[in-house]
């Protein structure tokens, strides 16, 4: 009895089993702009120079400058938190209740953190000009917290009519009364 033997694999199995071949590299296509080899890095980097530290007065205008772009980071959350707000609809729903929650708690608690919001940024020199940009990061903070008031509004939550102050309102007291069919005032 004889037993069949399996048939070879295909070629593709072989070439993908074998270790690739390293080509020579002659072509005529010179390599792109800014590509090195291994080889050609280690050589370049003995040539090239090191860069020199920054100085302090340039490392105070680059923190003052981060300062700044984190002092406008929730002006430029308002047009997001507007369109938010503006889609969400002026009905009580979980949706635009949790909506108006978070527009109210992250301006407030970003007002009181606003020390160690900056800490990183101060140093003796930046203080003064540290002032003008937590005067700005309150006053953008502000603005969501405006915002947060127009929406409460727009829900009918803020007693801004006659009509929701009437508990407190004494009733009216008749000067005169009217009794139909006498003719006469009491």
Same mark, same amino acid.
């Given at each position: ?13 072989l ?48 923190? @003052?400058?981060? $300062?700044?772009?984190? $002092? ?21 729903q ?5 909506? @108006? ?7 407030i608690?970003?007002?009181l ?20 940009v937590?005067?700005?990061f ?21 007693p ?17 009364? $009217? ?8």
């Amino acid at each position: 009895m004889m037993t069949a033997l399996p048939p070879p694999p295909p070629q593709w199995v072989l070439d993908l089993a074998a270790t690739p071949t390293t080509k020579p590299k002659i072509s005529s296509i010179p390599d792109p702009p800014g590509f090195t080899t291994a080889k050609q890095q280690r050589g370049a980097s003995a040539k090239t120079p090191q860069r020199k530290p920054p100085t302090q007065e340039e490392m105070e205008t680059l923190k @003052v400058k981060k $300062a700044w772009e984190v $002092a406008i980071a929730p002006a430029k959350q308002l047009p997001m938190n507007a369109i938010g707000m503006y889609m969400s609809g002026s009905s009580l729903q979980i949706f635009s209740i949790m909506m @108006v929650f978070m527009l109210f708690k992250t301006p407030i608690t970003a007002v009181l953190n606003i020390q160690r919001t900056f800490l990183p940024f101060e140093t003796p020199n930046t203080s003064g000009r540290l002032i003008q940009v937590k005067l700005v990061f309150l006053a953008t903070n502000c603005a969501a917290l405006a915002l947060g008031i127009w929406k409460v509004n727009q829900m009918g939550l803020l007693p801004t009519t006659r009509s929701d102050w009437l508990a407190w309102e004494e009733p009216r007291t008749n000067l005169e009364l $009217a009794v139909p069919g006498l003719g006469i005032g009491i």
